[in-house]
Each structure stands twice: as structure tokens, then as C-alpha cells.
């Protein structure tokens, strides 16, 4: 289960209020999430795929000086559903199928962690350009994420390894709310 990450860098300003994601923000997978096609290039015995995007945008700038500013963002996470996949035929039964919703559901967990580190690290004080040095933080974390996400894969042998599947359950858990990258 490999998953693709794209991001999307949106620099307008909006209004809106911006919390960091709880755990019961994320949803629960259902098959019919995944609505793309598996790809050509896909790994034989793969049975699945999770895309999502980051979507970020100021929410705020408050200029501090002639030199400074506190800036604020907004973060969306969008599972790019109608690139995701299963592939059905790989798969034995329900069971099965619930331990692969599960294991992409953690896939997706990292894109909420991901938004609430950018949070905690982009919404400060900036001296100068402020777009650049936030580009900067984003492009910094999101591939700390991309490794971690290889790591899931890895370690969770795409969640046929339980015992390691519940370790990084409870480890996604605790990354959402203290996003450490």
C-alpha cells in the first residue's frame, strides 16, 4: 500500500478559524473511497493506494514592524479519492478487507499530523518573506512525512505485520496530537 502525496501551495487570504485535527476528525475508510483505478505501474501484490493532498492558505497577516509579521494559516486535508484504490481481487474476505481500511487510514492519519505540525511551526512571527521562509518549513516537514510514510509501509509490511500494525496505530494517534517530525 503505497501512498501518493501531492501538495498544493495556496497563498490568498480567507477567513476562517484554524484548530489543530483531532483524531476524531479523521474518517473512517469505506471501499467506496477509493474510487481510482489501480495504476499500471502498481506493485503486483499491492492492494491498495491511498492519495491525499495538503492544501494551505494565510488566514492572517499582521504586520509587527516595517520588518516583521505574525502569519497565520489555514490547512485543508483532501483524500484524493478518485485517485485512491483497492483492488478487490487481492482480497480473501471482510476481514481482510477492515485490516487494509484500517492500515490506509494511518496513511491518511499522517496527512492530518502533517497539517498540525505545519500549525505549530508556520503560524509565528516572520522576518522578511515570509512566503519563502514558510515554503521552506512546509517543504521540510512534508518530507519528513514522505519518509514516514515509506517507514509505515515498511515496518507495518502494508499491515500484515498486526503486531507492528498496532504499534504504529497507537503511534499515528500520539503523533497527531504532538506532531514531532
Not at 496513511?107 to 514558510?134: E, F
Request: aromatic share 14%.
Amino acid at each position: 500500500m503505497r501512498v501518493l502525496i501531492s501538495c498544493i501551495f495556496i497563498f490568498f487570504f480567507k477567513i476562517s478559524f484554524g484548530q489543530d485535527f483531532q483524531y476524531l476528525d479523521i474518517p473512517t475508510l469505506k471501499v467506496e473511497d477509493f474510487k481510482g483505478a489501480k495504476s499500471t505501474n502498481s506493485i503486483e501484490n499491492e492492494a491498495a493506494f491511498t492519495t491525499w493532498s495538503v492544501f494551505y492558505n494565510i488566514k492572517q497577516v499582521k504586520k509587527l514592524d516595517y520588518k516583521s509579521s505574525f502569519v497565520t494559516y489555514n490547512f485543508t486535508i483532501l483524500m484524493r479519492k478518485e485517485l485512491s484504490w483497492i483492488d478487490k481481487k487481492l482480497l480473501k474476505d471482510q476481514k481482510q478487507l477492515d485490516k487494509i481500511l484500517d492500515h490506509e487510514r494511518g496513511h491518511l492519519i499522517l496527512a492530518y499530523a502533517l497539517a498540525n505540525g505545519l500549525r505549530k511551526r508556520m503560524n509565528k512571527v516572520y522576518y522578511g518573506d515570509y512566503n519563502k521562509q514558510s515554503s521552506i518549513i512546509f517543504n521540510d516537514l512534508f518530507e519528513k512525512v514522505k519518509a514516514l510514510q515509506v517507514k509505515y509501509d515498511l515496518e507495518t509490511d502494508h499491515s500484515n505485520n498486526r503486531i507492528e500494525q498496532k504499534e504504529w496505530n497507537s503511534r499515528l494517534k500520539k503523533l497527531l496530537l504532538n506532531p514531532t517530525f
